[in-house]
């Protein structure tokens, strides 16, 4: 219990440096304390990254452009060097494939150099890299527990509610543009850690959780300002969504 309250107080102390209004930081904060990947913390290593985000807020603010570039930029070193970090698995099963190919085929030094090029270990660990990434990435696995394609032996995890996805789309709208590629930044490097530890459980990306919850926060408050019936009948029957959402998730 106390890793998920530290979490939620780190992450409005990092949306406050970030100079939110109280309102927003609230109903962040409100969000966050309900969003069910919350549920899933139980480690002290999950804090770490956010009180380094604390004492970097100085250099993030200043250029959030230049934030989310840098995260992007070790994001994609991050894939690089999980790609050359080759899992035993993956290296028997080529091993096997080539071993398989030269005795049925008889092939000589030429053709097994062609056969060792053609099943590469570095192309195969690619694959089931960017397999990975793109499993965290999917929208199924963010807001449907990967539902209807579980995978086998995987316990799936709801990361948040699918009535947000609408206010999701309406805040990436409606952020400013560089605030918007410092959060993609950090979406991308969130997920790319999993993909690095070769867990497919995406607990690992947990961080992931904090931009998509700014984002559907920012697009809350724009319905929120809006003064017309469509608006508040909308959000009364997301709240009645939500809430129902949140009992069936924890009873």
């Known amino acids: 219990m106390f890793v998920k309250i530290a979490f939620i107080i780190l992450c409005l102390l ?3 440096r970030f100079k939110y209004n109280l309102s927003l930081i609230g109903l962040f904060g ?3 304390a309900s969003s069910p990947w919350l549920f899933y913390l139980n480690n002290y290593f999950y804090l770490i990254p ?4 604390l004492i970097s807020t100085k250099i993030i603010t200043s250029n959030f452009y230049r934030a989310g570039s840098v995260l992007l930029l070790a994001a994609g070193l991050i894939f690089l060097t999980s790609v050359l970090i080759i899992p035993e698995q993956i290296s028997q099963n080529v091993d096997q494939k080539r071993t398989l190919i030269s005795t049925v085929t008889g092939q000589g030094t030429p053709e097994k150099i062609l056969t060792n090029l053609a099943e590469n270990k570095l192309v195969e660990s690619f694959r089931y890299r960017e397999k990975l990434f793109f499993q965290n990435f999917d929208i199924g696995n963010l807001f449907f527990s990967n539902h ?3 995978r086998a032996g995987v316990r799936e995890n709801l990361k ?6 609408p206010f999701l789309i309406i805040g990436f709208l409606k952020t400013k543009p560089d605030l918007v590629w410092f959060y993609l930044g950090w979406i991308i490097f969130s997920l790319m850690i999993p993909v690095l530890l070769a867990d497919q459980t995406t607990l690992a990306g947990f961080l992931v959780i904090f931009p998509l919850t700014c984002l559907v926060t920012g697009g809350l408050m724009t319905f929120l300002k809006r003064k017309d019936l469509f608006s508040h009948l909308l959000l009364i029957l997301s709240t009645i969504i939500y809430l129902l959402q949140l009992i069936s998730f924890y009873v």
Do not use: A, M, Y
């Open 14 to 16: 990092l949306l406050k």
């Open 30 to 32: 409100l969000l966050l």
């Open 50 to 53: 956010l009180v380094i985000g």
């Open 148 to 150: 209807p394609r579980e």
């Open 160 to 165: 948040l509610f699918w009535i947000t996805i």
